[in-house]
C-alpha cells in the first residue's frame, strides 16, 4: 500500500519571529522575485493576512493578489509587509563565489 502524503504548509512552522527572517533571508538569496513575494505571502499568512492588511493598510485582497507566486509586489507593498511581520530590508557587499 502507497503512503499517503498530507499538504504541507510552511506558515505552519512560522510562529517566531526569528524563524520568519530565517526563512526570509533563505527566499532572498534566491534572487527569484516570484519566489521572494510568495515567501513573504507565506510569511504574512503565518501573522494572519487581516493583521498585515491593518499593519500597512492595504486590502487583504490586494496582499494576497501581490504575494502569490504570480505576484509582482511593487517595492512599497514589500517593505510595509515586511515592516509589519517586524522585519526590515539590509544591503551588504556581495561575496564572490
Known amino acids: 500500500m502507497a503512503d499517503m502524503l498530507t499538504p504541507y504548509d510552511p506558515a ?3 510562529s517566531e519571529g526569528e524563524a520568519v527572517a530565517v526563512f526570509m533571508a533563505e527566499a532572498f538569496q534566491t534572487q ?3 519566489y521572494i513575494a510568495h ?3 507565506v510569511a504574512a499568512r ?3 493576512m ?3 492588511a491593518q499593519a500597512t493598510g492595504l486590502s487583504r485582497e490586494h496582499l494576497y493578489r501581490s504575494l502569490s507566486e504570480a505576484g509582482n509586489p511593487t517595492l512599497k ?3 510595509a509587509v ?3 511581520l ?3 530590508l539590509d544591503a551588504h557587499p556581495h561575496k564572490p563565489a
Do not use: N, V, W, Y
Request: net charge negative; charged share 25%.
Open 50 to 52: 487581516t493583521q498585515i
Open 86 to 88: 517586524g522585519l526590515e
Open 12 to 14: 505552519e512552522d512560522l
Open 32 to 34: 527569484d522575485p516570484a
Open 82 to 84: 515586511m515592516k509589519a
Open 46 to 48: 503565518a501573522k494572519g
Open 39 to 41: 515567501a513573504l505571502g
Open 77 to 79: 507593498t514589500t517593505l
